[in-house]
């Protein structure tokens, strides 16, 4: 089985500039989940999908960040303007369902953001 | 929402003794509870979970216990190897809102 896909592995940019981080979930899993991971603190869930649609985006900094999941497949999660504080590892997961607590998630390798 | 409070934040111990990491949580309807393992560069990897149903779980040399009148869970890992050197997470979910301590570095000393 394939796992969850996510490109690139880094970036580096300037800030005030833009950035857009893309997510292939794993075939059939209708869940998908964006963390923020800074360094030596624990993954920070930014939004979830389920299908198409936005289940929480609570923690979603909304005045920079955005992110898609159109097709209920792919997602992307954009920054625009980034600032320093930005500059963390940015995970994808997917699980089979909302109910994670059945099937649980699975990661993708994450693209690490340095913001200079 | 959620709060998931992870102690202690580094752990040091001699090959082969236990080692021990706890966990709390702040929503009484969260139902289950994964443990991560995450090495230097590497996404979090899935080492043990535990629902709200169950008490216990073992798997080998981890094992995971919660308490949910006292909204704690724990992890134990016995005859800790130097391999078993991470960082390790303690995660709380409700249907799939998963949220996650700040981390035990753990280090193994052979």
């Known amino acids: 089985e394939a796992g969850v896909a996510q490109s690139p592995r880094y970036k580096i940019i300037e800030k005030r500039q833009s950035v857009a981080f893309w997510c292939n979930p794993i075939?059939?899993?209708?869940?998908l989940y964006w963390y923020q991971q800074i360094l030596g603190q624990g993954p920070k869930l930014l939004i979830q999908?389920?299908?198409?649609?936005?289940?929480?985006d609570s923690q979603l900094p909304k005045d920079r960040f955005s992110a898609e999941r159109l097709k209920g497949v792919d997602s992307t999660l954009k920054i625009q303007p980034a600032k320093l504080e930005d500059s963390a590892v940015y995970l994808c997961?997917?699980?089979?369902?909302?109910?994670?607590?059945?099937?649980?998630?699975?990661f993708g390798s994450g693209t690490r953001l340095t913001v200079v | 929402g959620e709060n998931v409070e992870q102690h202690p934040s580094t752990l040091s111990v001699q090959e082969g003794d236990s080692a021990v990491i706890k966990c709390t949580y702040s929503d009484s309807a969260s139902n289950y509870f994964p443990w991560y393992k995450q090495e230097l560069g590497k996404r979090p990897q899935l080492i043990i979970d535990i629902r709200s149903n169950v008490g216990e779980k073992k798997d080998q040399r981890i094992a995971v216990t919660l308490n949910k009148t006292a909204k704690h869970f724990s992890l134990h890992i016995t005859e800790t190897q130097p391999e078993d050197s991470a960082v390790y997470f303690c995660?709380?979910?409700?249907?799939?809102?998963?949220?996650f301590g700040a981390g035990t570095r753990l280090t193994v000393k052979p």
């Open positions: 075939s059939g899993h209708a869940t």
């Open positions: 995660a709380a979910s409700i249907f799939g809102d998963m949220r």
């Open positions: 999908f389920q299908n198409n649609g936005v289940v929480d």
């Open positions: 997961a997917s699980s089979l369902d909302l109910r994670a607590s059945r099937y649980g998630y699975t």
